[in-house]
Protein backbone atom coordinates (compact mmCIF):
# COMPACT_ATOMS: atom_id res chain seq x y z
CA UNK A 1 0.00 0.00 0.00
CA UNK A 2 1.39 3.17 -1.29
CA UNK A 3 2.01 6.06 1.19
CA UNK A 4 0.35 9.31 1.14
CA UNK A 5 1.31 12.55 2.08
CA UNK A 6 -0.87 15.76 2.70
CA UNK A 7 0.31 19.01 3.61
CA UNK A 8 -0.47 20.54 6.73
CA UNK A 9 -2.73 22.93 7.01
CA UNK A 10 -1.21 26.17 7.32
CA UNK A 11 -2.74 29.12 9.66
CA UNK A 12 -5.35 30.86 8.06
CA UNK A 13 -4.04 34.24 6.70
CA UNK A 14 -5.34 37.30 7.81
CA UNK A 15 -9.31 38.15 6.27
CA UNK A 16 -9.92 34.58 6.03
CA UNK A 17 -13.39 33.30 8.02
CA UNK A 18 -13.67 30.94 10.40
CA UNK A 19 -16.20 28.88 8.27
CA UNK A 20 -13.83 29.12 5.35
CA UNK A 21 -11.18 27.28 7.63
CA UNK A 22 -13.92 24.85 8.88
CA UNK A 23 -14.66 24.40 4.79
CA UNK A 24 -11.00 23.61 4.10
CA UNK A 25 -10.54 21.11 7.49
CA UNK A 26 -13.95 19.26 6.18
CA UNK A 27 -12.41 19.20 3.00
CA UNK A 28 -9.08 17.62 3.39
CA UNK A 29 -10.16 15.47 6.12
CA UNK A 30 -13.09 14.18 3.62
CA UNK A 31 -10.19 13.35 1.03
CA UNK A 32 -8.13 11.79 3.52
CA UNK A 33 -10.50 9.49 4.24
CA UNK A 34 -12.08 8.64 0.72
CA UNK A 35 -8.45 8.03 -0.39
CA UNK A 36 -7.99 5.46 2.62
CA UNK A 37 -10.81 3.46 2.22
CA UNK A 38 -10.72 3.92 -2.10
CA UNK A 39 -6.94 1.85 -1.27
CA UNK A 40 -7.99 -0.83 0.35
CA UNK A 41 -11.45 -1.94 -1.30
CA UNK A 42 -10.13 -1.08 -5.18
CA UNK A 43 -6.75 -3.29 -3.74
CA UNK A 44 -8.90 -6.11 -3.16
CA UNK A 45 -11.22 -5.83 -6.44
CA UNK A 46 -8.21 -5.38 -9.25
CA UNK A 47 -6.17 -8.44 -7.36
CA UNK A 48 -9.22 -10.49 -7.54
CA UNK A 49 -9.88 -9.42 -11.44
CA UNK A 50 -5.64 -10.31 -11.70
CA UNK A 51 -5.83 -13.55 -10.01
CA UNK A 52 -8.85 -14.50 -11.99
CA UNK A 53 -7.53 -13.69 -15.61
CA UNK A 54 -3.73 -15.43 -14.44
CA UNK A 55 -6.21 -18.51 -13.84
CA UNK A 56 -7.60 -18.16 -17.32
CA UNK A 57 -4.65 -17.73 -19.03
CA UNK A 58 -3.00 -20.57 -17.27
CA UNK A 59 -6.35 -22.48 -18.23
CA UNK A 60 -5.24 -21.44 -21.94
CA UNK A 61 -1.92 -21.73 -21.97
CA UNK A 62 -2.77 -25.77 -20.84
CA UNK A 63 -5.36 -26.30 -23.47
CA UNK A 64 -2.76 -25.17 -26.04
CA UNK A 65 0.07 -27.38 -25.21
CA UNK A 66 -2.54 -30.48 -24.69
CA UNK A 67 -4.19 -29.87 -28.10
CA UNK A 68 -0.35 -29.34 -29.75
CA UNK A 69 0.50 -32.89 -27.99
CA UNK A 70 -2.84 -34.32 -29.34
CA UNK A 71 -2.27 -32.65 -32.97
CA UNK A 72 0.64 -34.21 -33.31
CA UNK A 73 0.22 -37.62 -31.82
CA UNK A 74 -1.81 -39.27 -34.99
CA UNK A 75 0.86 -38.15 -37.42
CA UNK A 76 3.45 -41.74 -36.16
CA UNK A 77 0.36 -43.61 -36.86
CA UNK A 78 -0.14 -42.68 -40.13
CA UNK A 79 2.86 -42.43 -41.38
CA UNK A 80 3.84 -45.70 -40.14
CA UNK A 81 1.73 -47.23 -42.09
CA UNK A 82 2.73 -45.14 -45.31
CA UNK A 83 3.51 -47.73 -47.97
CA UNK A 84 6.69 -45.32 -49.59
CA UNK A 85 8.34 -45.83 -46.47
CA UNK A 86 7.61 -49.28 -45.95
CA UNK A 87 8.79 -49.96 -49.72
CA UNK A 88 11.87 -47.52 -48.53
CA UNK A 89 13.19 -49.60 -45.28
CA UNK A 90 12.27 -53.15 -47.28
CA UNK A 91 13.99 -52.02 -50.51
CA UNK A 92 16.65 -50.31 -48.84
CA UNK A 93 16.31 -47.09 -51.13
CA UNK A 94 16.04 -43.92 -49.64
CA UNK A 95 16.38 -41.86 -52.62
CA UNK A 96 12.91 -40.18 -52.26
CA UNK A 97 12.04 -40.64 -48.63
CA UNK A 98 14.11 -37.22 -47.00
CA UNK A 99 11.92 -35.17 -49.91
CA UNK A 100 8.22 -37.41 -49.23
CA UNK A 101 9.00 -36.55 -44.77
CA UNK A 102 10.12 -32.93 -45.56
CA UNK A 103 6.48 -32.55 -47.43
CA UNK A 104 4.84 -33.94 -44.63
CA UNK A 105 6.55 -31.72 -42.22
CA UNK A 106 4.99 -28.32 -43.93
CA UNK A 107 1.41 -30.05 -43.86
CA UNK A 108 1.65 -31.45 -40.29
CA UNK A 109 3.67 -28.13 -39.06
CA UNK A 110 5.94 -30.96 -36.56
CA UNK A 111 9.40 -29.78 -35.99
CA UNK A 112 11.01 -32.40 -37.64
CA UNK A 113 10.60 -35.68 -38.90
CA UNK A 114 13.16 -38.25 -38.65
CA UNK A 115 13.40 -42.35 -39.86
CA UNK A 116 14.97 -44.75 -38.37
CA UNK A 117 16.21 -48.24 -39.87
CA UNK A 118 15.97 -51.51 -37.53
CA UNK A 119 19.77 -50.78 -36.30
CA UNK A 120 18.69 -46.91 -35.35
CA UNK A 121 20.28 -45.34 -38.28
CA UNK A 122 18.59 -42.09 -39.82
CA UNK A 123 18.20 -42.95 -43.43
CA UNK A 124 15.90 -40.03 -43.74
CA UNK A 125 15.08 -36.79 -41.67
CA UNK A 126 14.09 -33.25 -42.62
CA UNK A 127 16.91 -31.92 -41.05
CA UNK A 128 20.07 -32.63 -43.57
CA UNK A 129 22.82 -33.08 -40.34
CA UNK A 130 20.56 -36.14 -38.91
CA UNK A 131 21.21 -38.03 -41.96
CA UNK A 132 23.69 -40.93 -40.65
CA UNK A 133 23.11 -40.05 -37.49
CA UNK A 134 22.89 -43.40 -34.82
CA UNK A 135 19.92 -43.23 -32.61
CA UNK A 136 20.09 -46.85 -31.33
CA UNK A 137 20.51 -46.17 -27.49
CA UNK A 138 17.69 -42.87 -27.64
CA UNK A 139 14.88 -43.34 -25.38
CA UNK A 140 12.00 -42.70 -28.62
CA UNK A 141 14.05 -45.73 -30.51
CA UNK A 142 14.39 -47.85 -27.43
CA UNK A 143 10.86 -47.47 -26.26
CA UNK A 144 9.25 -47.45 -29.51
CA UNK A 145 10.65 -50.73 -29.75
CA UNK A 146 9.46 -52.19 -26.93
CA UNK A 147 5.38 -50.98 -27.29
CA UNK A 148 3.09 -51.37 -29.86
CA UNK A 149 2.01 -48.09 -29.78
CA UNK A 150 2.86 -44.65 -30.52
CA UNK A 151 5.38 -43.13 -27.56
CA UNK A 152 5.81 -40.05 -25.94
CA UNK A 153 9.92 -39.04 -24.49
CA UNK A 154 11.12 -35.79 -23.34
CA UNK A 155 14.89 -35.61 -23.88
CA UNK A 156 17.29 -33.32 -22.41
CA UNK A 157 19.69 -31.24 -25.40
CA UNK A 158 23.30 -29.92 -24.32
CA UNK A 159 21.80 -26.61 -24.57
CA UNK A 160 19.73 -27.44 -20.83
CA UNK A 161 16.44 -27.56 -23.08
CA UNK A 162 14.25 -30.19 -23.86
CA UNK A 163 12.82 -32.21 -27.05
CA UNK A 164 9.72 -33.43 -27.49
CA UNK A 165 9.03 -36.59 -29.86
CA UNK A 166 6.23 -39.33 -30.85
CA UNK A 167 7.73 -42.78 -32.24
CA UNK A 168 6.12 -45.49 -32.92
CA UNK A 169 8.02 -48.76 -34.65
CA UNK A 170 7.18 -49.54 -38.26
CA UNK A 171 6.33 -53.13 -39.21
CA UNK A 172 5.51 -55.47 -42.09
CA UNK A 173 4.82 -59.15 -42.37
CA UNK A 174 8.76 -60.29 -41.23
CA UNK A 175 8.41 -57.85 -38.23
CA UNK A 176 9.70 -54.11 -37.39
CA UNK A 177 12.14 -52.99 -39.65
CA UNK A 178 11.84 -49.60 -38.42
CA UNK A 179 10.71 -46.46 -36.69
CA UNK A 180 9.22 -43.31 -37.44
CA UNK A 181 10.25 -39.94 -35.35
CA UNK A 182 8.02 -37.07 -34.88
CA UNK A 183 9.48 -33.85 -32.95
CA UNK A 184 6.90 -31.64 -31.65
CA UNK A 185 7.56 -27.98 -31.23
CA UNK A 186 6.75 -27.01 -28.13
CA UNK A 187 9.55 -24.10 -27.24
CA UNK A 188 7.16 -21.99 -29.56
CA UNK A 189 5.08 -21.62 -26.82
CA UNK A 190 7.79 -19.93 -24.49
CA UNK A 191 8.41 -17.37 -26.82
CA UNK A 192 3.96 -16.38 -26.86
CA UNK A 193 4.00 -16.93 -22.95
CA UNK A 194 6.85 -14.57 -22.66
CA UNK A 195 4.34 -11.41 -23.93
CA UNK A 196 1.59 -11.37 -21.39
CA UNK A 197 4.38 -10.27 -18.87
CA UNK A 198 3.98 -13.27 -17.00
CA UNK A 199 6.46 -15.70 -16.20
CA UNK A 200 5.69 -19.55 -17.22
CA UNK A 201 6.91 -22.65 -15.93
CA UNK A 202 6.02 -26.57 -17.02
CA UNK A 203 6.76 -29.23 -14.64
CA UNK A 204 6.72 -33.27 -15.88
CA UNK A 205 5.72 -36.02 -13.36
CA UNK A 206 8.94 -35.82 -11.81
CA UNK A 207 8.41 -32.03 -11.16
CA UNK A 208 11.41 -31.05 -12.93
CA UNK A 209 10.83 -27.95 -15.39
CA UNK A 210 10.86 -28.62 -19.14
CA UNK A 211 9.02 -25.46 -20.47
CA UNK A 212 9.81 -22.15 -19.02
CA UNK A 213 10.34 -18.78 -20.17
CA UNK A 214 13.31 -18.21 -17.84
CA UNK A 215 16.09 -20.55 -19.77
CA UNK A 216 17.61 -20.88 -16.76
CA UNK A 217 14.82 -22.59 -14.81
CA UNK A 218 15.13 -25.98 -16.79
CA UNK A 219 15.81 -28.73 -15.78
CA UNK A 220 15.80 -28.11 -12.38
CA UNK A 221 13.03 -28.31 -9.27
CA UNK A 222 10.66 -26.16 -8.98
CA UNK A 223 12.26 -24.97 -5.84
CA UNK A 224 15.63 -25.40 -6.86
CA UNK A 225 14.76 -23.04 -10.18
CA UNK A 226 13.21 -20.49 -8.03
CA UNK A 227 16.20 -20.06 -5.52
CA UNK A 228 18.51 -19.80 -8.55
CA UNK A 229 16.31 -16.64 -10.47
CA UNK A 230 13.36 -15.58 -8.58
CA UNK A 231 9.58 -15.09 -10.18
CA UNK A 232 10.42 -11.08 -10.03
CA UNK A 233 13.41 -11.09 -11.85
CA UNK A 234 11.79 -13.52 -14.71
CA UNK A 235 8.90 -11.79 -14.86
CA UNK A 236 10.62 -8.00 -15.06
CA UNK A 237 13.42 -10.13 -18.10
CA UNK A 238 9.90 -11.13 -19.19
CA UNK A 239 8.88 -8.03 -19.92
CA UNK A 240 12.17 -6.36 -20.82
CA UNK A 241 12.35 -8.89 -23.88
CA UNK A 242 9.10 -7.46 -25.00
CA UNK A 243 9.41 -3.64 -23.74
CA UNK A 244 8.85 -2.78 -28.00
CA UNK A 245 6.06 -4.90 -28.35
CA UNK A 246 3.29 -3.31 -25.39
CA UNK A 247 4.54 -0.17 -25.96
CA UNK A 248 5.57 0.88 -22.61
CA UNK A 249 8.61 1.21 -20.27
CA UNK A 250 9.80 -1.80 -18.64
CA UNK A 251 10.59 -0.12 -15.52
CA UNK A 252 7.20 1.57 -14.12
CA UNK A 253 5.34 -2.14 -14.34
CA UNK A 254 7.43 -2.88 -11.31
CA UNK A 255 6.25 -0.46 -8.24
CA UNK A 256 6.50 -3.98 -5.76
CA UNK A 257 7.84 -7.01 -5.28
CA UNK A 258 4.65 -9.01 -4.83
CA UNK A 259 3.99 -11.80 -6.81
CA UNK A 260 0.90 -13.84 -7.36
CA UNK A 261 1.56 -18.08 -8.11
CA UNK A 262 -1.23 -20.19 -9.66
CA UNK A 263 -1.01 -23.79 -10.58
CA UNK A 264 -2.90 -25.99 -13.08
CA UNK A 265 -2.80 -29.83 -14.25
CA UNK A 266 -2.03 -30.59 -17.90
CA UNK A 267 -4.05 -33.83 -18.25
CA UNK A 268 -0.92 -35.39 -20.10
CA UNK A 269 1.58 -37.55 -18.32
CA UNK A 270 1.43 -36.21 -14.94
CA UNK A 271 2.44 -32.24 -16.08
CA UNK A 272 1.62 -29.48 -14.37
CA UNK A 273 1.73 -25.65 -15.63
CA UNK A 274 2.42 -22.64 -12.95
CA UNK A 275 2.35 -18.89 -13.42
CA UNK A 276 3.65 -15.74 -11.84
CA UNK A 277 1.72 -12.68 -11.98
CA UNK A 278 3.52 -9.27 -10.33
CA UNK A 279 1.01 -7.42 -8.06
CA UNK A 280 2.70 -4.33 -10.19
CA UNK A 281 -0.37 -3.68 -12.61
CA UNK A 282 -2.66 -3.97 -9.65
CA UNK A 283 -0.56 -1.00 -7.71
CA UNK A 284 -0.84 0.27 -10.87
CA UNK A 285 -4.38 0.70 -11.59
CA UNK A 286 -4.88 1.35 -8.09
CA UNK A 287 -3.10 4.39 -8.29
CA UNK A 288 -4.11 5.75 -11.50
CA UNK A 289 -7.81 5.88 -9.78
CA UNK A 290 -6.37 7.00 -6.43
CA UNK A 291 -4.73 9.75 -8.67
CA UNK A 292 -7.94 10.57 -10.03
CA UNK A 293 -9.65 11.15 -6.41
CA UNK A 294 -7.06 13.09 -5.43
CA UNK A 295 -7.07 15.48 -8.75
CA UNK A 296 -10.79 15.42 -8.08
CA UNK A 297 -10.69 17.05 -4.52
CA UNK A 298 -7.51 19.11 -5.25
CA UNK A 299 -9.81 20.85 -7.76
CA UNK A 300 -12.56 21.61 -4.94
CA UNK A 301 -9.54 23.27 -2.65
CA UNK A 302 -8.65 25.12 -5.93
CA UNK A 303 -12.21 25.95 -6.32
CA UNK A 304 -12.07 27.22 -2.70
CA UNK A 305 -9.01 28.81 -2.77
CA UNK A 306 -10.40 31.02 -5.92
CA UNK A 307 -13.47 32.05 -3.80
CA UNK A 308 -11.48 32.74 -0.62
CA UNK A 309 -8.23 34.46 -2.67
CA UNK A 310 -7.25 35.20 -6.21
CA UNK A 311 -8.95 34.49 -9.71
CA UNK A 312 -5.57 33.70 -10.63
CA UNK A 313 -6.15 30.26 -8.83
CA UNK A 314 -8.73 29.20 -10.84
CA UNK A 315 -6.10 28.58 -13.93
CA UNK A 316 -4.61 26.20 -12.41
CA UNK A 317 -8.33 24.08 -11.90
CA UNK A 318 -8.52 24.15 -15.59
CA UNK A 319 -5.16 22.71 -15.91
CA UNK A 320 -5.74 19.84 -13.66
CA UNK A 321 -9.07 19.31 -15.65
CA UNK A 322 -7.21 19.29 -18.55
CA UNK A 323 -4.38 17.25 -17.44
CA UNK A 324 -7.30 14.22 -16.33
CA UNK A 325 -8.76 14.37 -19.64
CA UNK A 326 -5.44 13.61 -21.47
CA UNK A 327 -4.73 10.24 -18.89
CA UNK A 328 -7.88 9.20 -19.13
CA UNK A 329 -7.66 9.23 -22.80
CA UNK A 330 -4.17 7.63 -22.78
CA UNK A 331 -5.84 4.67 -20.94
CA UNK A 332 -8.62 4.53 -22.82
CA UNK A 333 -5.75 4.00 -26.14
CA UNK A 334 -3.61 1.69 -24.51
CA UNK A 335 -6.58 -0.63 -23.87
CA UNK A 336 -7.88 -0.63 -27.64
CA UNK A 337 -4.55 -1.75 -29.02
CA UNK A 338 -3.90 -4.14 -26.53
CA UNK A 339 -7.73 -5.33 -26.98
CA UNK A 340 -6.70 -5.07 -30.93
CA UNK A 341 -3.72 -7.10 -30.60
CA UNK A 342 -5.21 -10.02 -29.09
CA UNK A 343 -8.06 -10.34 -31.39
CA UNK A 344 -5.53 -10.48 -33.89
CA UNK A 345 -3.77 -12.80 -32.09
CA UNK A 346 -6.86 -15.02 -31.65
CA UNK A 347 -7.94 -14.80 -35.38
CA UNK A 348 -4.48 -16.24 -36.64
CA UNK A 349 -4.72 -19.25 -34.26
CA UNK A 350 -8.29 -20.17 -34.98
CA UNK A 351 -7.19 -19.99 -38.96
CA UNK A 352 -4.20 -22.35 -38.39
CA UNK A 353 -6.07 -24.47 -36.54
CA UNK A 354 -8.98 -24.69 -39.35
CA UNK A 355 -5.88 -25.64 -41.65
CA UNK A 356 -4.55 -28.33 -40.09
CA UNK A 357 -8.17 -30.01 -39.30
CA UNK A 358 -9.07 -29.99 -43.26
CA UNK A 359 -5.54 -31.59 -44.23
CA UNK A 360 -6.36 -34.02 -41.72
CA UNK A 361 -9.44 -34.41 -43.00
CA UNK A 362 -7.88 -35.10 -46.48
CA UNK A 363 -5.71 -37.70 -45.32
CA UNK A 364 -8.21 -39.79 -44.06
CA UNK A 365 -10.37 -39.50 -46.89
CA UNK A 366 -7.06 -40.67 -48.95
CA UNK A 367 -6.93 -43.73 -46.66
CA UNK A 368 -10.09 -45.03 -47.09
CA UNK A 369 -10.15 -44.75 -50.82
CA UNK A 370 -7.15 -46.73 -51.05
CA UNK A 371 -8.53 -49.60 -49.33
CA UNK A 372 -11.65 -49.20 -51.37
CA UNK A 373 -9.77 -50.26 -54.18
CA UNK A 374 -7.67 -52.51 -53.02
CA UNK A 375 -10.42 -54.75 -51.76
CA UNK A 376 -11.69 -55.67 -55.29
CA UNK A 377 -8.11 -57.48 -56.71
CA UNK A 378 -7.62 -58.88 -52.96
CA UNK A 379 -10.60 -60.31 -53.12
CA UNK A 380 -10.61 -62.40 -56.32
CA UNK A 381 -6.72 -62.81 -55.50
CA UNK A 382 -8.23 -64.65 -52.83
CA UNK A 383 -10.34 -67.39 -54.46
CA UNK A 384 -7.31 -67.99 -57.52
CA UNK A 385 -5.70 -68.89 -54.60
CA UNK A 386 -8.22 -71.53 -53.20
CA UNK A 387 -8.61 -72.74 -57.22
CA UNK A 388 -4.95 -72.81 -57.65
CA UNK A 389 -4.56 -74.89 -54.28
CA UNK A 390 -7.50 -77.31 -55.42
CA UNK A 391 -5.77 -78.18 -58.66
CA UNK A 392 -2.33 -78.62 -56.97
CA UNK A 393 -4.11 -80.79 -55.02
CA UNK A 394 -5.55 -83.15 -58.29
CA UNK A 395 -2.14 -82.66 -59.52
CA UNK A 396 -3.31 -80.54 -62.41
CA UNK A 397 -0.40 -78.00 -62.12
CA UNK A 398 -1.02 -76.42 -65.49
CA UNK A 399 -4.19 -75.07 -64.56
CA UNK A 400 -2.86 -74.16 -61.36
CA UNK A 401 -0.50 -72.52 -62.76
CA UNK A 402 -2.59 -70.08 -65.10
CA UNK A 403 -4.36 -68.79 -61.78
CA UNK A 404 -0.86 -67.71 -60.60
CA UNK A 405 -0.82 -66.18 -63.78
CA UNK A 406 -3.71 -64.18 -62.80
CA UNK A 407 -2.73 -63.26 -59.37
CA UNK A 408 0.87 -62.01 -60.55
CA UNK A 409 -1.63 -59.78 -62.87
CA UNK A 410 -3.86 -58.34 -59.63
CA UNK A 411 -0.52 -57.82 -58.29
CA UNK A 412 0.74 -55.71 -61.10
CA UNK A 413 -2.75 -54.50 -61.15
CA UNK A 414 -2.97 -53.07 -57.16
CA UNK A 415 0.13 -52.12 -57.85
CA UNK A 416 -1.06 -49.61 -60.98
CA UNK A 417 -3.75 -48.78 -58.55
CA UNK A 418 -1.80 -47.23 -56.03
CA UNK A 419 -0.19 -45.04 -58.36
CA UNK A 420 -2.98 -43.80 -59.27
CA UNK A 421 -4.67 -43.15 -56.49
CA UNK A 422 -1.28 -40.45 -56.00
CA UNK A 423 -2.62 -38.37 -58.83
CA UNK A 424 -6.56 -37.99 -57.72
CA UNK A 425 -5.61 -34.55 -56.37
CA UNK A 426 -4.16 -33.51 -59.64
CA UNK A 427 -5.36 -33.45 -63.06
CA UNK A 428 -5.13 -36.91 -65.53
CA UNK A 429 -4.13 -36.75 -69.03
CA UNK A 430 -0.53 -37.83 -69.42
CA UNK A 431 -1.03 -41.71 -69.72
CA UNK A 432 -3.93 -41.08 -72.27
CA UNK A 433 -3.73 -43.02 -75.52
CA UNK A 434 -6.26 -44.26 -78.17
CA UNK A 435 -7.83 -47.50 -76.78
CA UNK A 436 -10.53 -50.05 -77.65
CA UNK A 437 -13.47 -49.89 -74.87
CA UNK A 438 -14.32 -53.30 -75.93
CA UNK A 439 -11.19 -54.53 -74.49
CA UNK A 440 -11.76 -52.70 -70.96
CA UNK A 441 -15.30 -54.41 -70.39
CA UNK A 442 -13.66 -57.68 -71.36
CA UNK A 443 -10.90 -57.11 -68.48
CA UNK A 444 -13.94 -55.89 -66.56
CA UNK A 445 -15.95 -59.05 -67.17
CA UNK A 446 -12.35 -61.15 -66.37
CA UNK A 447 -11.61 -59.47 -63.37
CA UNK A 448 -15.27 -60.15 -62.18
CA UNK A 449 -14.47 -63.67 -62.88
CA UNK A 450 -14.28 -65.18 -59.41
CA UNK A 451 -17.81 -63.43 -57.96
CA UNK A 452 -19.78 -64.61 -61.40
CA UNK A 453 -18.84 -68.45 -61.06
CA UNK A 454 -20.03 -67.90 -57.04
CA UNK A 455 -23.56 -66.63 -58.11
CA UNK A 456 -25.68 -67.78 -61.02
CA UNK A 457 -25.62 -64.29 -62.93
CA UNK A 458 -27.37 -63.70 -66.16
CA UNK A 459 -25.05 -61.98 -68.32
CA UNK A 460 -25.68 -60.89 -71.94
CA UNK A 461 -23.41 -58.14 -73.44
CA UNK A 462 -24.23 -56.37 -76.74
CA UNK A 463 -20.92 -54.89 -78.16
CA UNK A 464 -20.54 -54.10 -81.71
CA UNK A 465 -17.95 -56.28 -83.56
CA UNK A 466 -15.95 -53.34 -84.80
CA UNK A 467 -13.31 -51.08 -82.49
CA UNK A 468 -15.19 -48.62 -80.67
CA UNK A 469 -11.92 -46.04 -80.00
CA UNK A 470 -11.83 -43.46 -77.34
CA UNK A 471 -8.73 -41.64 -76.01
CA UNK A 472 -8.36 -42.28 -72.17
CA UNK A 473 -6.73 -44.71 -69.15
CA UNK A 474 -7.70 -48.02 -70.12
CA UNK A 475 -6.71 -49.12 -66.14
CA UNK A 476 -9.00 -46.28 -64.94
CA UNK A 477 -11.73 -47.30 -67.18
CA UNK A 478 -11.46 -50.93 -66.38
CA UNK A 479 -11.70 -49.23 -62.63
CA UNK A 480 -15.12 -47.81 -63.70
CA UNK A 481 -16.43 -50.66 -65.23
CA UNK A 482 -15.46 -53.13 -61.98
CA UNK A 483 -17.04 -50.69 -59.48
CA UNK A 484 -20.33 -50.69 -61.74
CA UNK A 485 -20.58 -54.58 -62.61
CA UNK A 486 -19.69 -55.14 -58.65
CA UNK A 487 -23.20 -52.69 -57.91
CA UNK A 488 -25.04 -54.62 -59.96
CA UNK A 489 -24.01 -57.63 -58.53
CA UNK A 490 -25.11 -56.74 -54.99
CA UNK A 491 -28.10 -55.25 -56.28
CA UNK A 492 -29.53 -58.70 -57.64
CA UNK A 493 -28.89 -60.95 -54.82
CA UNK A 494 -32.19 -60.63 -53.46
CA UNK A 495 -33.41 -61.54 -57.17
CA UNK A 496 -34.68 -64.96 -57.92
CA UNK A 497 -33.46 -64.59 -61.65
CA UNK A 498 -30.33 -62.34 -61.44
CA UNK A 499 -29.63 -60.20 -64.74
CA UNK A 500 -26.80 -57.90 -66.03
CA UNK A 501 -27.06 -55.95 -69.10
CA UNK A 502 -23.57 -54.69 -70.66
CA UNK A 503 -24.28 -52.29 -73.78
CA UNK A 504 -21.98 -50.81 -75.76
CA UNK A 505 -22.93 -47.98 -78.22
CA UNK A 506 -21.30 -45.59 -80.81
CA UNK A 507 -22.22 -42.34 -81.85
CA UNK A 508 -21.12 -38.87 -81.48
CA UNK A 509 -20.10 -40.02 -78.43
CA UNK A 510 -19.39 -43.76 -76.64
CA UNK A 511 -21.96 -44.63 -74.31
CA UNK A 512 -21.29 -48.36 -72.07
CA UNK A 513 -24.64 -48.81 -70.39
CA UNK A 514 -24.68 -51.35 -67.14
CA UNK A 515 -28.33 -52.37 -66.27
CA UNK A 516 -29.77 -54.73 -63.59
CA UNK A 517 -32.92 -56.27 -62.59
CA UNK A 518 -32.61 -55.59 -59.00
CA UNK A 519 -34.74 -52.93 -57.02
CA UNK A 520 -33.36 -49.93 -58.33
CA UNK A 521 -32.12 -46.78 -56.32
CA UNK A 522 -33.96 -44.84 -53.74
CA UNK A 523 -31.80 -41.91 -53.43
CA UNK A 524 -30.25 -40.75 -56.89
CA UNK A 525 -29.51 -37.10 -55.74
CA UNK A 526 -26.93 -38.22 -53.38
CA UNK A 527 -25.56 -41.28 -55.19
CA UNK A 528 -22.47 -39.90 -55.82
CA UNK A 529 -21.21 -38.38 -52.57
CA UNK A 530 -18.62 -39.74 -50.64
CA UNK A 531 -19.32 -42.28 -47.93
CA UNK A 532 -23.00 -42.41 -48.75
CA UNK A 533 -23.47 -46.02 -48.80
CA UNK A 534 -26.65 -48.24 -49.17
CA UNK A 535 -24.53 -51.59 -47.86
CA UNK A 536 -24.76 -52.85 -44.80
CA UNK A 537 -21.85 -51.86 -42.40
CA UNK A 538 -18.44 -53.89 -43.10
CA UNK A 539 -19.18 -54.20 -47.17
CA UNK A 540 -18.57 -50.90 -48.53
CA UNK A 541 -17.37 -47.53 -47.44
CA UNK A 542 -19.34 -45.44 -50.34
CA UNK A 543 -16.77 -44.19 -52.23
CA UNK A 544 -16.80 -46.48 -55.39
CA UNK A 545 -19.21 -44.39 -57.60
CA UNK A 546 -17.76 -41.00 -56.33
CA UNK A 547 -14.29 -42.14 -57.52
CA UNK A 548 -15.79 -43.63 -60.48
CA UNK A 549 -17.37 -40.46 -61.31
CA UNK A 550 -14.44 -38.01 -60.81
CA UNK A 551 -12.14 -40.96 -63.17
CA UNK A 552 -15.02 -40.66 -65.99
CA UNK A 553 -14.82 -36.37 -65.89
CA UNK A 554 -11.05 -36.90 -65.91
CA UNK A 555 -11.40 -38.93 -69.13
CA UNK A 556 -13.75 -35.87 -70.01
CA UNK A 557 -16.87 -37.68 -70.18
CA UNK A 558 -19.91 -37.77 -67.71
CA UNK A 559 -21.55 -40.93 -65.26
CA UNK A 560 -25.17 -40.82 -64.44
CA UNK A 561 -27.74 -42.88 -62.82
CA UNK A 562 -31.25 -43.47 -62.99
CA UNK A 563 -34.07 -46.30 -62.76
CA UNK A 564 -35.48 -48.38 -65.56
CA UNK A 565 -38.77 -48.87 -66.69
CA UNK A 566 -38.99 -52.39 -65.35
CA UNK A 567 -37.26 -52.01 -62.22
CA UNK A 568 -33.13 -51.98 -61.31
CA UNK A 569 -30.27 -49.69 -61.92
CA UNK A 570 -29.12 -48.10 -65.19
CA UNK A 571 -25.80 -46.68 -64.96
CA UNK A 572 -24.55 -44.94 -68.39
CA UNK A 573 -20.93 -44.14 -69.06
CA UNK A 574 -20.57 -41.70 -71.78
CA UNK A 575 -17.08 -40.88 -73.15
CA UNK A 576 -16.36 -38.52 -76.44
CA UNK A 577 -15.95 -41.05 -79.79
CA UNK A 578 -12.13 -40.88 -81.04
CA UNK A 579 -12.88 -40.65 -85.30
CA UNK A 580 -11.16 -42.70 -87.55
CA UNK A 581 -9.26 -39.54 -89.28
CA UNK A 582 -7.56 -38.77 -85.43
CA UNK A 583 -6.76 -42.30 -84.71
CA UNK A 584 -5.33 -41.64 -87.94
CA UNK A 585 -3.07 -38.75 -87.43
CA UNK A 586 -2.41 -40.31 -83.43
CA UNK A 587 -0.97 -43.18 -85.72
CA UNK A 588 0.85 -40.70 -87.71
CA UNK A 589 2.77 -39.10 -84.87
Known amino acids: MANYKTRPVLPPRPGVSLRARLVLVALISLAVSVVFFSNRWLTERYTETTRNRAELRVALYSGNLLSELQRNSVV ?55 LGSQHRTNPYFVDALRSSETVFTTVPTEAGSYEFAYSRKIEDSDGVIGVIVVNVDLRKFESSWSGISDAVLVTNSEGNVILATEPRWRGKPEGEALATVSATDAIRRSVRDVADWS ?33 ASVREKVNAVL ?12 LLFYLISRRAQWRSVLFAQESADLRQLNVALQREIAERKRAEENLQVAEQTLAQSSKLAALGEMSAAVSHELNQPLAAMKTYLAGAKLLLQRKRPDEAMSSFQRIDDLIERMGAITRQLKSYARKGGDAFEPMDVRQSVSAALSMMEPQLKVREVRITRNIPREPVMVIGDRLRLE ?7 RNALDATKTVDLPQVDIIVSRGDYVLITVRDNGNGVEDLDNLFEPFYTTKAPGDGVGLGLAISSGIVTDLGGRLTARNGQDGGAVFEVELPALDEKELDVEAAE
Open 76 to 130: PLLLSRDPALINALNSADYSQSTARLISYRDEIEAASLMLLDGDGRAVAATTREE
Open 247 to 279: GLPSDVLFLGEAVMRHESRVPFQGWRIASFTSY
Open 291 to 302: ALEIMAFAMLLS
Open 479 to 485: QVLINLL
